[in-house]
């Protein structure tokens, strides 16, 4: 039996859906570094939590997360929603290390 719940089951669509959230609140902005930035220095400051950052075990970013980002980088570089996925990558780590709370601030889905 594998491991369920939103911190282990539900961490992909809890990603998916708080990314497509994003989009939307951006309304048609290009995402960049700077704008995710202040996006999750606001998220954070409203006690909110960043789904796909961060994990209790591991050290360096997900594996699957780097093969799923070369595939997309070679395949889809000009998808909105995966540019909005990269500016996250840029931007959410330096923001959470900054913050302290958390030992691996790197993607995990």
């Given at each position: 039996?594998?491991?369920?719940?939103?911190?282990?089951?539900?961490?992909?669509?809890?990603?998916?859906?708080?990314?497509?959230?994003?989009?939307?609140?951006?309304?048609?902005?290009?995402?960049?570094?700077?704008?995710?930035?202040?996006?999750?220095?606001?998220?954070?400051?409203?006690?909110?939590?960043?789904?796909?950052?961060?994990?209790?075990?591991?050290?360096?970013?997900?594996?699957?997360?780097?093969?799923?980002?070369?595939?997309?980088?070679?395949?889809?570089?000009?998808?909105?929603?995966?540019?909005?996925?990269?500016?996250?990558?840029?931007?959410?780590?330096?923001v959470l290390?900054?913050?302290?709370?958390?030992?691996?601030?790197?993607?995990?889905?």
């Amino acid at each position: 039996c594998g491991l369920a719940g939103p911190l282990h089951g539900l961490a992909n669509q809890e990603c998916l859906g708080w990314l497509l959230d994003v989009q939307k609140q951006l309304g048609g902005k290009t995402p960049t570094k700077e704008l995710l930035t202040d996006f999750a220095e606001k998220t954070l400051k409203e006690g909110k939590v960043i789904p796909g950052f961060g994990h209790a075990v591991l050290r360096n970013t997900d594996p699957r997360y780097m093969l799923e980002r070369e595939f997309a980088l070679k395949h889809c570089a000009k998808d909105p929603l995966f540019q909005l996925v990269d500016a996250c990558y840029q931007a959410i780590p330096p923001v959470l290390e900054k913050g302290g709370k958390v030992k691996n601030p790197f993607p995990n889905v």
